[in-house]
């Protein structure tokens, strides 16, 4: 192997360690695994590589023989601030590749991960530890139960940041919440309170956050303490009334991404939002 080679082995592995890192698979038990986003220094903003890892584990998890639940939390005091902006906009400004390649693979790499939600078999939690932004909330609808921290905030900045609806949250949310308490979020970017988002139903119980450790435990618990093949029965059977009108919800959802993604308005709206984070930075 000559030098360039081994210097592009290195660095690929290097990434992959990275990955691992900040995606933790905690394989709890052959029943419970955990995902925690592990990227603290960043508020657990979910990058490119991120994404697929996250996939590959929702996918590894629903051909799992054995599996009941599979739960995500994050490390630190935030949950996640969702996908990482700056991250995407160095994907235009530093690849070679031409943008409308880099928005198709942005546009592939999103439905895969929806998708891998939206199709998931088994039970899934979310234990919302602290702050969650984007995408780690737009998902939350499409989860069994979310358990959140007393300290824990909900926010969809999607008109701030020159984008729209992800997730399936366009259906999902006003079905939820109403359709006047939907738009608050969707569209005028407004933060819940963990009590408020409870009130309009997108979080099942708020825990305070002295307790919430423990009390994740006694959830997982009890959850696994029903019967295995009843619990998983009667998700599918919820799951199919839905899934087809969610997969549709999810690709004219991401089309209208892709629309939104090449736009002025878009690239404005985050290099603002990259010199803003620059500067705090200082």
Request: charged content about 25%; glycine content about 4%.
């Amino acid at each position: 192997m000559n030098n360039a080679n081994k210097e592009l082995m290195s660095s690929i592995n290097d990434k992959s360690k990275l990955l691992f890192k900040h995606v933790e698979l905690i394989k709890k038990s052959s029943l419970h695994w955990e995902i925690i986003f592990n990227r603290t220094d960043k508020y657990n903003a979910i990058t490119n590589e991120m994404y697929e890892r996250i996939t590959e584990i929702f996918d590894e998890a629903a051909k799992d023989k054995e599996l009941i639940l599979l739960s995500i939390t994050g490390k630190g005091k935030f949950y996640s601030a969702g996908t990482d902006l700056t991250n995407s906009a160095e994907s235009f400004t530093s690849s070679t590749t031409d943008i409308e390649t880099i928005i198709k693979q942005g546009k592939d790499r999103l439905q895969k991960f929806i998708d891998s939600i939206v199709n998931f078999p088994k039970i899934l939690i979310a234990f919302v530890n602290g702050p969650a932004i984007g995408i780690s909330v737009s998902t939350l609808g499409l989860f069994d139960g979310v358990y959140a921290s007393s300290c824990a905030t909900f926010s969809l900045p999607f008109t701030r940041t020159a984008q729209s609806a992800e997730g399936c949250s366009s259906f999902v949310f006003p079905n939820l919440m109403g359709s006047i308490h939907a738009k608050e979020i969707l569209l005028f970017d407004r933060q819940l309170t963990a009590e408020e988002a409870q009130q309009r139903g997108l979080v099942t119980r708020v825990i305070d956050d002295n307790l919430f450790e423990n009390e994740k435990e006694n959830i997982c618990k009890h959850i696994l303490s029903l019967p295995k093949g009843s619990l998983l029965a009667s998700k599918a059977l919820m799951q199919r009334w839905n899934i087809d009108t969610l997969k549709i919800v999810s690709k004219k959802e991401i089309d209208t991404l892709e629309q939104r993604w090449l736009t002025e308005e878009f690239a404005e709206a985050i290099f603002t939002f990259i010199n803003r984070r620059k500067k705090s930075n200082l």
